[in-house]
């Protein structure tokens, strides 16, 4: 288990620079990229359950220096963003994007707050998020979303987040979801 996690990580790394150096093209870092985070919460689960460890304290310990594996895997946990300007694109992209708004809305009204049941909603809403073009870098929603997968993929999935916690991800979600309409009536 802990063999197939250390791969999984250099595999990301090597993944994230060759996609910097050009060496891929954007479907197949896509497809591999979304294959390795998956595999990778399944290692993380297997592998640290049983040691009572990080990831962070993982790769410590085995002298990994991966940055680029580090913030794909535990801060993002989506592939790098992919702008599309085409108008079809765009269309499908804002649906998706209120989809995953909703859906992941109605999970924390109706009281999920296991750290696996929220990552995956989350994921999914900061990589539609990310597709939308002419969005500045800094922009609210993308902001709000990534700080809470960041808190999320810190977290075990067994986890579970508080009343406290799950009532301010609603008030972040709403907001973010206020401020991506108020993106989409000024870019009509």
């Not at 998956?38 to 410590?60: D, Y």
């Not at 049941?117 to 929603?141: G, V």
Request: net charge negative.
């Amino acid at each position: 288990d802990q063999a197939t996690l250390y791969a999984i990580i250099l595999a990301t790394e090597h993944l994230e620079r060759a996609y910097a150096r050009d060496a891929i093209t954007q479907q197949e870092y896509v497809q591999e990229c979304n294959k390795l985070i998956s595999q990778f919460r399944l290692a993380e689960k297997a592998a640290l359950s049983k040691l009572n460890m990080t990831t962070e304290k993982f790769m410590q310990l085995y002298q990994m220096d991966c940055p680029r594996a580090t913030e794909r895997l535990l801060n993002m946990g989506v592939p790098e963003p992919i702008r599309s300007g085409e108008s079809a694109d765009v269309a499908v992209t804002v649906a998706e994007t209120v989809q995953h708004f909703i859906t992941a809305m109605d999970a924390v009204k109706l009281e999920s707050r296991f750290v696996d049941e929220l990552q995956p909603l989350l994921s999914d809403l900061m990589d539609s998020l990310t597709r939308l073009p002419e969005t500045p870098n800094d922009w609210s929603p993308n902001h709000k979303v990534k700080k809470w997968l960041q808190k999320l993929n810190s977290m075990r999935a067994v986890d579970e987040i508080d009343e406290e916690d799950s009532r301010q991800l609603y008030l972040d979600l709403d907001s973010a979801y206020s401020e991506f309409t108020r993106y989409l009536k000024r870019n009509k």
